[in-house]
């Protein structure tokens, strides 16, 4: 028997070789991939939060502690796994492939054994068995690694943190890379510098100066400021203090840190202003402080009462160098200047204006001292709290004009109590002469009560206040008696209109509890004073025996029906109901209109009335001085057909000239008088008043041939401005010759020229007729060829008023107003007996 061929050949060597790395390799990785897992799952943590850019929100020590701790850890897993695995060797790698194979009986090892016995049975059998492991070679597998992390991550979250790392990856996007990079390179904060010095100054003016803060630069030599500034200095870096020098005087900074500081200064005065350090100057500027120079103040032209009008005029000029801010009149009465002043405040315009000049009006009427002189001066502050006063003037308060004659003498003894208030002889022998004219005040018996009130307390209250409190007692009376209670009762009214119209606008702009509160009150002042006015028309229409206010064209004027609308407007402002207030307030303003209306009508025809009887008695003075300028006409011709035997007639010539003169000055007063009243003046009148100064010069010389030419060019004018009077009243709507004769306060036609005339030259009855040789013929009207009326039995029809078919249905419409009034037994009783007298009268 032969010995077998060798089993092993170079082919089979590398074959089997190559399995066995290939075995090495997987069970070196089914050891290693387990140990490696920790450490890796660790960084994917941190490559997570690297890509969400999580470490820059740790502060600065961590970020710089994060990933020296992750490696730290990675470090820690890496080295306590790789201490597990172990190299395989050839058996580990034969036993790989064996089991990997499905080999039983371990192939692999018979390659590497020997037989135990050499005998030819033995070696052959041996043999065999080699070569049936040989042929098992052949189909070795390694197979695939299987390293076990399904037992150690039972939860599988190896495969959450792969998808979360992806995710992070996408929210990362083009900045992954840069995000990693910062939290792998962390790096701490440079430390802080040395910090560089830094001046910072600043000064602020007053905030009257109105000027903005003024920095002051370190390059800047000087500046300006205003004086009461106030300065500010910050200076940052270094640890040395500094210190704030002006002039010889220093100023401590106040450390704020250890490297800022801040030093304050009120400034006062200038001077060389610097910020010192260690020695040495960090700025200096030179400082000049401005004085604030106190206001200047004048009197405008012309202060005091103006030539017209009520209101005192007080003109004023002011400058002051940033501004004036309150300026005021004071005023001391002349006659008493130990008086306190009187202080008038001035607005000022556009609030403290630098410059400023105006006229302020002041309405001083109601004040004791009006109508008398004061010697006043102008005062004027600005904010800094300095004043300046202008140079005295000595003016006239305006006062209010007075025609009744109680009203005249209630204010003169007003006057007198303000010159004199410790002697009060004046005014209550004034009183008591009032007092002894009840007739005075005309029925009217609660003035007159009032008047004796005064008096009495004049004389028993011996107190400082009883002489203003009388003043004002007496401004008061006077006003009633000048205007009447209705007009006090109408101003009261028109005051109470507007604050319950002021309160209505308030209620409805703020809504609440007190707005209508305040609106329901002014409505009920509102209700009083339409009752008050009311009763005070009643009474003016008792007194004047007519009739209320009435307009057949409007809506009838009932007090119950405005008082009524008063109470629903209040009750709806109560309840919080404002539309239907102010629908309510809207109706009664409506009738508050239509009645003041009807007392504007009706005072604009006692107006009317007034001026044509001023006119008529006007046109009476002109026929009055054609009469008398008539008479002397008739003397200058009889002198001049005097024969030269007969007596001197110089002295007659010398009592005409006085005349001629006489009749001038009141022909002067009438057409100033008629320029009043009807706006325009006369030119017939201007020539008169010419030919009367010829004439007068010409009897002066004894020429009275040419005095009476003068005088005949003067009766002529007069008749060309009578005429003119007459055209002038026809373009005002008003007929000269019509109305009532006379009108208190006025003066005839004779009671003027009684006060012009010289003593002995009035009366005389020469000239009563018409001029002799005059080529007039009489008027059919009725007048004279010097223009006069007619004296005798015959009557002007002119003056006669017939009664139209218009009026007839204007008194029956009164008669059926009346009659519907007198039916409403609702009304007060007195009014009923009133609208009862009334009745009787038709």
Known sequence: MTDPAPPRSANLARRLSGRRVLARGAILFEAAWPALWPPLAVVGVFLCAALLNLPPLLPASMQVALPALVLLVVAALLLRGVRTIR?????????????????????????????????????????????????????????????????????????????????????????????????????????????????????????????????????????????????????????????????????????????????????????????????????????????????????????????????????????????????????????????????????????????????????????????????????????????????????????????????????????????????????????????????????DIGAFLNLTSIYYDLIRNRSDSAVAESQDAMWQLALHMEEGQTEQSARTLDEARQAARDALDKAQQQPNDKTRQDLAKKLEELRQAIDRHMRSLMQEAQRNNSIMPFDPNAMQLSDRDMQRLAEQAEQAAKQGRMADAQRQMEQLEKMLDQLRNARTQGNDSKQANSKRQRGKRQQSVVQDLIAREGGLLDRAQQRGNTSPSAADPSADRTADTRVQQALRRALGELMQQFTDLSGEASPGLGEADQAMRDSASQLNQGHDQEAGQSQQEAIAALQKGNREMGQAMAKMGQQPGQGNEGEDGEQDGSGMMGMMMPDGERGDGRGSGPMPGSPDRADPGGRDPLGRYNQGNSTDNADVAVPEERERQRTQAIQEELRRRGADQERPRQELDYIDRLLKQF
């Open 87 to 443: 190299l395989p060797d050839d058996r580990a790698a034969d036993r790989r492939l064996e089991t990997s194979s499905g080999l039983i009986h371990r192939p692999l090892s018979v390659l590497a054994d020997k037989p135990a016995t050499a005998d030819e049975v033995g070696l052959a059998l041996w043999q065999a068995h080699e070569n049936r492991a040989i042929t098992q070679i052949s189909r070795l597998q390694v197979g695939l690694p299987r390293p076990g992390l399904a037992r150690r991550d039972p939860r599988a979250l190896r495969y959450g943190l792969l998808l979360a790392l992806l995710a992070c990856l996408g929210i990362a996007n083009v900045d992954a890379p840069g995000r990693v990079y910062a939290a792998v390179t962390p790096s701490l904060p440079a430390a802080p510098g040395a910090p560089a010095t830094e001046l910072q100054a600043w000064i602020t003016p007053p905030a009257y100066t109105r000027i903005a803060p003024i920095f002051l630069k370190t390059d800047a030599s000087s500046v300006s400021v205003p004086a009461g500034s106030h300065l500010m200095v910050n200076v940052s870096g270094g640890s040395s203090t500094p210190t704030l020098v002006l002039n010889d005087h220093t100023g401590p900074f106040t450390a704020l840190d250890h490297s800022s500081f801040q030093a304050e200064w009120d400034l006062t005065r200038g001077g060389l202003l610097m910020v010192k350090r260690d020695g040495s100057s960090l700025a200096s500027w030179k400082l000049t402080v401005v004085v604030d120079q106190p206001p200047t103040v004048a009197w405008g032209d012309n202060p005091g009462r103006p030539p017209s009008g009520q209101q005192t005029r007080l003109p004023w000029q002011v400058s002051d160098d940033y501004g004036v801010t309150a300026l005021q009149a004071e005023l001391h009465l002349r006659d008493r200047p130990e008086a306190p002043p009187l202080i008038v405040t001035i607005p000022l315009p556009g609030g403290s204006p630098k410059s400023a000049h105006g006229l302020t009006q002041s309405d001083l009427t109601a004040h004791p001292w009006a109508g008398l002189p004061v010697v006043g001066r102008l005062v004027a502050h600005d904010a800094a709290g300095q004043s300046g006063t202008s140079a005295e003037a000595s003016f006239e308060l305006a006062e209010r004009p007075f025609h009744n004659p109680v009203a005249q003498l209630l204010i003169a003894a007003r006057k007198s109590l303000s010159v004199r208030p410790d002697d009060r002889s004046d005014a209550l022998e004034a009183l008591d002469g009032l007092l002894q004219r009840p007739d005075l005040f005309a029925g």
